[in-house]
């Protein structure tokens, strides 16, 4: 399981990226990243909801209710500016990401 | 029995726990899908229903704290989110508690605030009263009333009234006039009996009017034509209170009244009871037609001046164009030469109320803005006192805190914080001193309606309003003005004493009240002075009957010699008026002079055994005797200003003619101490009472003291049998003194009240603004001790300090107060004279009330262990 700092950090670009991928619902993005993760990314499902709801506030994400299986269920689905905010994110994470691979080589070059 | 899970139920149970914590409905919504999905996946895996729900409901609410303070924080706007940071429920609950910890102290800051805004709001409706009197009739800004001013003995004296002929001939001949109406009472003002068969009431408030007055006055109406109101000489116009009085309904047009036992009236016109508030004052208007002049005067007579004139202004006509025009006006009209000696003044509808000139009939309502310069003045400075000592109490709760708030601090509040909690309690201290003033003031209201209507008018709810909502706006400014933001950093760290700051506060808060103080007592004292506490008569234990018309005039003596015999009075006099303030006046010429000496004089012609009745003391010479029938010289008794005015070494026995020459010859047979026939705010004129068997329109009675009841009762059943004809009429003279003096009764008694609550707010703010700083010393006090100083020394520094800013409170306050005060007084005729009475008692009472409180303050800390002081201060 990540730490609490590096799930705080990384929620937003995770949910952003999943959303890319289509409408999601709460129960399903924990399961799915879940998963994906190989059960490394663990959230709380407390967690979960306040997340979504600060993200809808910033206008990154939009929601509706859809009901499936005679069940409602609150859909997310990612804005253009939410898209815009995902890309840099995950443009962030990559650098971030290139860097730590460059820096595990046992000679260090900065040119 | 098996037990079952429910699955329903419980998700139901677990949905309301949640909702119960303030998590919204769309939220719970999506955690109960969340829920459902959780459970379908674990049932999935063979679970039963129980322990999935029970698991999956553990993962939910694990962090609900957290989900519960993100979800119910993160929706407001931000404006909304810190608006209900501040106002939270919650917080004011905190407040109110912390306030219920210091239940003495917020509760004298609470009830002084409380009470100096109820005062306040009082005298701003009391004033806005007084103010509005005659504003509300329509042409009320073109209304003015024509009134003498006539040199006699060169001095220019003012009355209320001028003669019949002026307003029709100033209508008709000055262009600026558009119209005119002229106002009498009845005959010579004395009561008329008014009948509707077996009702039957002397009444005063009549007045004979020209026709035109409505279109001068625009009464409100309920029944009739009020421009064919007057014109027939045989219609009489009621208020609805009177027509209820006499007819039980107000649809009574076409009804006729019997008026002085022989004339009839037909109704015509029936006048709402909401009429406006003006000098005006009456139940009754007769038309002018129907007037009969007394033997002496006519409505051609220039120089019968009992009438009041008024007159209504063209539009956009020029005051001072008229007033230039006067003297001619009355030069060609009058007679050649004549305004020499009489002058006409044109004085503004909307000034009669507040400023009517002494000598006058009593024509209706009367103030003075001598009551609204008091009330003002009182009632802008309880409320600026009341302020003050709210601003002071509370720096002392605050300051008394400041322990509380450094362990908040150490425990991680920030200065926001630490504001926020002393925000709360100030809002909610506002919120408990609002409520209990809009308490107090509804409270009076349902107490007294009648009083209150009188000072409220209809603005009773505003009113109520503004007593809730202005201690919460002070309260709320208070907690910025005195822990503002930046400065609850300081605060938490301790450093508020400000040395100079607080003394200069101190000082001016004694000198405020030193001046509440000196102004309040001085002004009721003088007040109680004019308001007659010594009458020159006696007024107790003395019934005043009305002997009105011809037959129960004649049979005043069966009516004396019967309640004599029977034991049930001491003395019975009569007069020809009912000390109510009324008197005519002529003009007294000393024989054996020349003619060109007059003096202007008040007249009282009374019957016998006025004088001893009401026990008026005599001077000089004698009361009045019994002369036979054929001497026909009159006797007359002075009064000492009478005396005072001719300036007679000896005036008993002199000579003189009443009423101008070949008027009533007579002798001066006495002189009587002055008394006051009428309110002391006005001078007391110089009087001549003349005696006339035959003035028996009033009788006093003077009974023994005690229960009346039944002596009322023997004097009804006396009158009963020696009148028959005529109601019994009859009234206490204290009684119908007071009519005098309602105004002054009704302000003398606010001004007491107010007295006393500057007393008790200014006692309520020394204890508060000395704690304060007594308690900021209490580090010094203490150390001083620990210095080796002795309790005794410790102790008498600090009176030391406090007393010396008293006296300079005190010494920069008095003069202004002392200088105000003399400006005042000097707009009385009869004043008291500044003593230094008020003054030193004034000083010893705040020097008593400040050793007091500093002794209370100082001895506590001094003779506490200064360790255990010190321990406690950061």
Same mark, same amino acid.
């Given at each position: 399981m990540f730490s609490k700092e590096l799930t705080a950090a990384s929620s937003k670009p995770l949910i952003l990226s999943l959303l890319a991928h289509g409408d999601n619902y709460g129960y399903n993005i924990i399961k799915q990243l879940k998963q994906l993760s190989n059960e490394k990314i663990i959230w709380s499902d407390a967690m979960l909801y306040p997340v979504l709801r600060r993200m809808e506030n910033d206008k990154l994400i939009t929601s509706y209710w859809q009901i499936e299986d005679g069940r409602k269920r609150k859909y997310y689905r990612i804005t253009p500016a939410g898209k815009k905010e995902g890309a840099r994110k995950t443009e962030e994470w990559q650098s971030t990401y290139d860097v730590l691979v460059k820096l595990r080589q046992p000679k260090l070059s900065t040119q | 029995m098996m037990r079952t899970f429910d699955l329903e139920a419980a998700i139901g149970d677990w949905k309301s726990t949640l909702a119960s914590k303030g998590i919204? *409905?769309?939220?719970?919504?999506?955690?109960?899908?969340?829920?459902?999905?959780?459970?379908?996946?674990l049932r999935g895996q063979n679970i039963s229903d129980e322990s999935a729900f029970l698991r999956a409901s553990k993962e939910l609410s694990r962090d609900l704290a957290i989900l519960q303070k993100e979800l119910v924080d993160t929706r407001p706007s931000k404006a909304l989110e810190s608006a209900t940071r501040i106002f939270h429920f919650n917080d004011l609950k905190i407040a109110l508690r912390s306030i219920m910890k210091r239940p003495v102290t917020n509760l004298f800051n609470i009830a002084g605030l409380a009470l100096g805004v109820i005062v306040f709001l009082l005298i701003m409706a009391f004033i806005s009263t007084e103010l509005s009197y005659d504003r509300e009739f329509t042409h009320a800004d073109r209304l003015y009333r024509l009134e003498f001013r006539i040199k006699n003995q060169g001095v220019v004296r003012p009355y209320s009234t001028s003669s019949p002929p002026i307003g029709p001939a100033i209508s008709a001949n000055l262009p600026e006039v558009a119209s005119y109406v002229r106002l009498r009472h009845g005959d010579q003002g004395d009561p008329q009996l008014i009948e509707n068969g077996d009702k039957r009431y002397y009444e005063n408030r009549i007045f004979y009017a020209d026709s035109t007055f409505f279109d001068l006055f625009d009464y409100p109406v309920i029944a009739g034509d009020a421009e064919q109101a007057l014109n027939d000489p045989k219609s009489i116009v009621l208020t609805q209170q009177a027509a209820l009085k006499y007819f039980g309904s107000s649809n009574v047009i076409g009804r006729t009244l019997l008026v002085d036992g022989n004339r009839e009236f037909k109704v015509s016109l029936v006048l709402s009871d909401k009429l406006p508030s003006s000098h005006l004052d009456f139940d009754f208007l007769l038309p002018m037609t129907a007037y009969q002049p007394p033997s002496f005067g006519s409505l051609e007579n220039w120089s019968w001046f009992t009438f009041y004139n008024y007159i209504l202004l063209e539009p956009n006509a020029n005051l001072d164009a008229l007033e230039t025009k006067i003297p001619q006006f009355l030069e060609t009209h009058w007679r050649e030469g004549i305004s020499e000696r009489v002058s006409l003044a044109v004085k503004p509808l909307t000034d009669i109320y507040l400023y009517s000139e002494e000598n006058a009939d009593k024509i209706g309502n009367s103030s003075s803005p001598v009551y609204i310069q008091v009330l003002s003045l009182f009632g802008s400075l309880l409320f600026v006192i009341s302020i003050l000592n709210y601003l002071a109490l509370f720096r002392t709760l605050m300051r008394s805190r400041v322990d509380e708030f450094l362990v908040r601090k150490t425990f991680g509040a920030n200065p926001q914080q630490i504001f926020k909690r002393v925000l709360n309690e100030a809002v909610m201290q506002g919120i408990l001193t609002g409520t209990? /003033? &809009?308490?107090?003031?509804?409270?009076?209201?349902? @107490?007294?309606?009648?009083?209150?209507?009188?000072?409220?008018?209809?603005?009773?709810?505003?009113?109520?309003? @503004?007593?809730?909502?202005?201690?919460?706006?002070?309260? =709320?400014l208070a907690s910025f003005i005195i822990p503002t933001r930046s400065k609850s950093r300081k605060y938490a760290n301790g450093e508020l004493a400000n040395e100079f700051r607080n003394k200069m506060i101190v000082a001016g808060q004694f000198g405020f009240t030193t001046l509440l103080i000196i102004l309040s007592v001085m002004m009721t004292n003088q007040l109680h002075f004019i308001s007659g506490r010594h009458l020159g008569f006696e007024r107790e234990n003395i019934l005043v009957v009305s002997m009105l018309g011809e037959e129960a005039m004649q049979n005043f003596n069966s009516f004396k010699s019967e309640i004599i015999r029977t034991g049930n009075a001491l003395q019975v006099g009569s007069a020809r008026l009912g000390l109510e303030g009324r008197h005519g006046s002529y003009n007294l010429i000393p024989l054996g002079t020349s003619e060109e000496e007059s003096y202007r004089m008040a007249i009282y012609p009374v019957g016998n055994e006025f004088l001893e009745t009401l026990q008026i003391k005599i001077i000089s010479g004698n009361t009045f005797q019994e002369r036979p029938a054929t001497d026909t010289? @009159?006797?007359?008794?002075?009064? $000492?200003?009478?005396? !005072?005015?001719?300036?007679?070494?000896?005036?008993?026995?002199? !000579?003189? %003619?009443?009423?101008? $020459?070949?008027? %009533?010859?007579?002798?001066?047979?006495?002189?009587?101490?002055?008394?006051?026939?009428?309110?002391?705010?006005? !001078?007391?004129?110089?009087?001549?009472?003349?005696?006339?068997?035959?003035? =028996?329109?009033?009788?006093?009675?003077?009974?023994?003291?005690?229960?009346?009841?039944?002596?009322?009762?023997n004097l009804s059943e006396i009158w009963n049998r020696t009148n028959p004809a005529s109601p019994f009429v009859y009234?206490?003279?204290?009684?119908?003194?007071?009519?005098?003096?309602?105004?002054? !009764? $009704?302000?003398?008694?606010?001004?007491?009240?107010? #007295?006393?609550? /500057?007393?008790?707010?200014? &006692?309520?703010?020394?204890?508060?603004? =000395?704690?304060?700083?007594? $308690?900021? *010393?209490? *580090?010094?006090?203490?150390?001083?001790?620990? #210095?080796?100083?002795?309790?005794f020394a410790a102790y008498k520094l600090q009176v030391k300090q406090y007393l010396l800013l008293v006296t300079a409170g005190f010494l920069v306050a008095t003069p202004l107060a002392l200088f105000f005060v003399e400006n005042w007084l000097d707009g009385f005729y009869y004043r008291i004279e500044l003593s230094a009475i008020p003054v030193l008692v004034t000083f010893t009472g705040l020097c008593f009330v400040t050793l007091l409180v500093v002794s209370y303050g100082t001895l506590t800390t001094a003779l506490k262990n200064p360790a255990t002081v010190l321990r406690n201060k950061a």
């Open positions: - | 919204d *409905k769309e939220t719970l919504l999506e955690l109960e899908s969340h829920l459902r999905d959780f459970i379908a996946d209990l /003033a &809009a308490m107090g003031i509804g409270f009076l209201y349902s @107490f007294n309606p009648a009083l209150l209507n009188n000072l409220l008018g209809s603005n009773g709810f505003p009113l109520l309003l @503004f007593a809730f909502l202005i201690p919460v706006v002070i309260a =709320t010289t @009159f006797q007359y008794i002075i009064n $000492q200003s009478a005396a !005072k005015l001719l300036n007679w070494e000896e005036p008993v026995g002199r !000579k003189v %003619m009443l009423n101008g $020459q070949g008027g %009533m010859y007579g002798e001066i047979v006495g002189v009587v101490e002055d008394f006051n026939y009428r309110d002391l705010s006005y !001078k007391l004129e110089p009087m001549v009472l003349f005696y006339r068997a035959s003035a =028996t329109q009033f009788a006093y009675v003077r009974m023994p003291a005690g229960d009346h009841r039944a002596t009322i009762e009234e206490y003279l204290d009684t119908r003194l007071a009519g005098n003096y309602s105004q002054h !009764k $009704q302000v003398l008694h606010i001004s007491d009240y107010l #007295m006393y609550i /500057a007393l008790a707010l200014s &006692a309520i703010g020394l204890f508060g603004l =000395t704690t304060h700083l007594t $308690q900021l *010393k209490s *580090k010094e006090i203490s150390i001083r001790r620990v #210095m080796g100083s002795s309790v």
